[in-house]
Structure formats: structure tokens, C-alpha cells
């Protein structure tokens, strides 16, 4: 079972920047993919950004062009680089990993955009 450890959230102004860190208890370079997923109160959970074992990304239209998902192998994490942020990005963020069929989750972190 894969563990997985969020850091990186907090409390910025509209405009500022965040960068996101997942952890993960062993090697990534063989997980199909992982991913960041948000979650703002009421609603649900939704992908945010992926990145694929061997680099490819998509990302939701809301934050094309503002956030970038990144991995280093070497030190078995991912990243989550959020420019330009908007009160709308408001939520709890959530790192995901993909090995076969089973989905593992980290705890998530809070993210807060205040205008």
C-alpha cells in the first residue's frame, strides 16, 4: 500500500503563489500515474492535475496555464506549482496514485485564496 504525504497548503492573497508537495513511501517510478485533486466545501472531488510514468500531463481547464504537476523520481514526489491564484481555488487539495487497479490517497491539504 502506498502512503502519501501533503504539504504545501496554506492561506495567500488572489495573485500569489503555492506550491503543493506530495511525499510517497516508495518508488514512483513505477505508479501509472498521480495525480492532485481538489475539493471545495459542498462539492466534489475533482481532478485538478496528472502526470503519467513517463511524463505526460493534462490538466483541468480551470488551471491551464496557471498550475504545473511535476515529479522527481529520485526523491518520490510530486509537486504542484499553483500560479496566479484565485479565491475559486479555494479547497482542499489532494494527492492521488495509481498502481494497477487501486487508487491511494494523502490526507490532503488546505489551500485558501482570500480576494
Known amino acids: 500500500q502506498v502512503q502519501l504525504v501533503e504539504s504545501g497548503g496554506g492561506l495567500v492573497q488572489a495573485g500569489e503563489s503555492l506550491r503543493l508537495s506530495c511525499v510517497a513511501s516508495?518508488?514512483?517510478?513505477?505508479?501509472?500515474?498521480m495525480a492532485w485533486y481538489h475539493q471545495a466545501p459542498g462539492k466534489q472531488r475533482e481532478l485538478v492535475a496528472r502526470?503519467?510514468?513517463?511524463?505526460?500531463?493534462n490538466y483541468a481547464d480551470s488551471v491551464k496555464g496557471r498550475f504545473t504537476i511535476s515529479r522527481d523520481n529520485a526523491k518520490n514526489t510530486v509537486y504542484l506549482q499553483m500560479n496566479s491564484l484565485k479565491p475559486e481555488d479555494t479547497a482542499v487539495y489532494y494527492c492521488?496514485?495509481?498502481?494497477?487497479?487501486?487508487?491511494?490517497w494523502g490526507q490532503g491539504t488546505q489551500v485558501t485564496v482570500s480576494s
Open positions: 492521488a496514485a495509481r498502481r494497477y487497479v487501486s487508487t491511494y
Open positions: 516508495e518508488s514512483i517510478s513505477s505508479i501509472n500515474f
Open positions: 502526470i503519467t510514468n513517463t511524463g505526460s500531463t
